[in-house]
């Protein structure tokens, strides 16, 4: 190996450990606010507020965070972005008020749009196998956000949400020397400028379908969810054992979809997922709860390795540009989800919910066999 590739490699395992630790204060919000958002002091529409408020953020921000990262280089973007994170998790670890809360969200969908440009960044740097490369640092954040989640939600009725946020401030801080020793990387500034966005292509339609359905609705509703359908575990542990097995595919499974998106188009690849996603939730709507979400989560788990891939494979003139541009779509769709299943998700039955949802993602999914962006 030479010296460039062995650096190239270790600036990949980096990267996913310094996202790996970052997400995990985030990742348990997704399970606790929607199932205990008074041990919060908030609402349920708030928590919704609060789920969504890191990427209304970024919606305004992305393109403008990319040329910021491209100005600093990856070491010091990253770090500023770790050191965010730890800001973001620690205002959970005490009564800081609503408004503080929501200012950590913010500052965490700061953050992680940082990271998530910088360790791209890090997989792209050469376009050859760079599906292998997003499945790598996709499996390495797969191990820190599954341990995450089940030791979380196992001890959550334990000690209690605030000292358990006292243990992920601790954790989230270890990303910050991960940052800090960073090898240099070259992120080029995206040919996009300002806020306004490009036209949506399929792949951005998919984009927000995505974040809406998956990102947005499904993850918010899923402790409720199981909370009525399982009896044997406390309901969030259920839930982090559910939301546990998307990241346990990405840990083993990511580099195999990865080598499937190179292997025969990272866009064939997505439509089948996508179609198949749909399918998982109308299975939920008629009743097969169990296998539903199941097969969503594990689904979901592939989607992020390919819709980047996707992304790289559509654009490789201006892959870290591109990727801006879906992350900011997807996350309109993301933002919009919390929110919806925050203020109305008591007033749907399931069926018409996840049939609806199962209807917008299949018919996304299918507009992704157009060729343009």
């Excluded at 919000?29 to 008074?38: D, F, H, N, Q, R």
């Excluded at 928590?47 to 280089?73: D, K, M, Q, S, V």
């Excluded at 490009?198 to 609705?217: E, H, L, N, S």
Aim: hydrophobic fraction near 55%; charged fraction near 15%.
């Amino acid at each position: 190996m030479t010296d460039a590739a062995a650096l190239r490699s270790a600036g990949v395992a980096r990267a996913g450990w310094l996202l790996a630790f970052a997400m995990t204060g985030d990742a348990l919000l997704y399970v606790l606010l929607p199932l205990m958002p008074e041990a919060f002091g908030v609402t349920l529409a708030w928590a919704g507020l609060l789920l969504a408020a890191n990427r209304i953020i970024r919606i305004f921000a992305y393109t403008h965070l990319a040329r910021f990262a491209a100005r600093l280089g990856g070491r010091r973007a990253g770090t500023l972005a770790a050191v965010g994170a730890v800001l973001s998790t620690c205002v959970f670890a005490f009564d800081a008020g609503d408004w503080v809360q929501l200012a950590g969200r913010f500052v965490w969908g700061l953050s992680f749009a940082v990271l998530n440009l910088v360790t791209f960044a890090y997989a792209a740097s050469v376009p050859e196998r760079a599906g292998r490369r997003i499945g790598s640092i996709r499996a390495i954040a797969g191990v820190a956000i599954t341990i995450t989640y089940l030791a979380g939600t196992y001890f959550v009725d334990r000690i209690g949400p605030q000292a358990l946020y006292v243990v992920m401030t601790l954790v989230t801080l270890a990303g910050v020397p991960l940052a800090m020793g960073l090898p240099a990387v070259e992120i080029r500034a995206p040919a996009h400028r300002g806020f306004l966005l490009p036209r949506p292509g399929p792949v951005d339609i998919w984009a927000i379908a995505q974040g809406f359905v998956v990102d947005g609705v499904f993850i918010v509703s899923l402790s409720l969810l199981l909370k009525e359908s399982v009896s044997e575990f406390a309901p969030a542990f259920a839930a982090g054992i559910a939301m546990s097995m998307r990241w346990i595919v990405e840990t083993f499974c990511a580099p195999a979809g990865g080598w499937l998106a190179d292997r025969f188009g990272a866009t064939r690849v997505m439509l089948a997922f996508g179609v198949a996603i749909a399918a998982g939730m109308a299975a939920i709507a008629f009743g097969f709860v169990y296998p539903g979400v199941i097969g969503v989560t594990l689904l979901r788990g592939l989607t992020n390795t390919t819709g980047a891939a996707m992304v790289a494979e559509r654009n490789p003139g201006d892959p870290v540009g591109a990727q801006s541009i879906y992350s900011t779509y997807r996350d309109i769709g993301a933002a919009c989800g919390p929110v919806f299943a925050g203020l109305f998700l008591d007033d749907f039955a399931r069926m018409p919910l996840y049939l609806a949802l199962a209807a917008i993602l299949g018919g996304s999914a299918v507009l992704l066999r157009a060729r343009h962006r």
